[in-house]
């Protein structure tokens, strides 16, 4: 069973600009969480998506948005990039909405210059 | 709002020593708990989960974590340490009927052959 697939796994962008991720979760799981994790700040929760609505949103600036499609998969999107977004975004996947566990991804570790 | 602490920020220990890393987490409800760890490149994996039932949980590759209600604690061990258990291990808890994920800052452990 494939696990929770993120595209691309690096990224560098310079200030400005706009980027979107992409993650695949494990084939059943209708649930995507996203979270930034960065050394001064750990990790922190973005976005948790359910059939394909948000159901909870993290403290983060508007900037950050994120959907997730019919077949589960999930795209983050983050506009005009600031340095202090360079972090790795992770994005997890289980089945329920609770009482499983997550699934986590690789990562993406986005630099931003 | 949920937080959880894990007060040991980098722990040092030689192979064979006894492993145990703390983390108090304050809600007042029904608890689940996990921890995660995080080995250098890899990602995040689950060690063990407690959603209810018999406070000491047992985990992968020798970990266990018992559940201490009166002490908001859920504290991590392993009787004796590998060189392979060099990682980042975090606490975790899921806010009630969702999976947005409070983790805790994270530990590091290094082990010394």
């Known amino acids: 069973k494939a696990g929770v697939t993120q595209t691309p796994r690096y990224l560098i962008k310079t200030r400005g600009q706009q980027v979107t991720l992409s993650c695949s979760p494990i084939?059943?799981?209708?649930?995507v969480s996203w979270y930034q994790q960065t050394p001064g700040q750990g990790l922190q929760f973005l976005f948790e998506y359910f059939s394909e609505t948000q159901r909870n949103k993290g403290n983060f600036p508007g900037r950050f948005s994120g959907r997730q499609f019919s077949n589960s998969r999930s795209e983050m999107n983050v506009s005009t990039l600031e340095l202090g977004d360079s972090a790795l975004y992770l994005c997890?996947?289980?089945?329920?909405?609770?009482?499983?566990?997550?699934?986590f991804g690789q990562g993406t570790r986005l630099t931003v210059v | 709002a949920q937080s959880v602490s894990q007060h040991n920020h980098h722990v040092i220990l030689s192979e064979a020593a006894s492993l145990e890393l703390g983390c108090n987490y304050s809600y007042g409800g029904t608890v689940n708990l996990f921890w995660y760890v995080q080995y250098p490149g890899q990602h995040l994996q689950l060690l063990l989960k407690y959603f209810s039932g018999d406070p000491l949980v047992k985990g992968i590759k020798g970990f266990e974590a018992e559940f201490i209600k009166s002490k908001f604690s859920f504290n991590l061990r392993k009787p004796s340490v590998q060189w392979s258990d060099t990682a980042e291990y975090f606490c975790a808890v899921p806010r009630a009927g969702s999976y947005q994920l409070t983790f805790g800052k994270g530990t590091k452990l290094s082990v010394i052959p």
């Open positions: 084939s059943g799981h209708r649930s």
């Open positions: 997890a996947s289980s089945f329920r909405q609770s009482n499983t566990e997550a699934f």
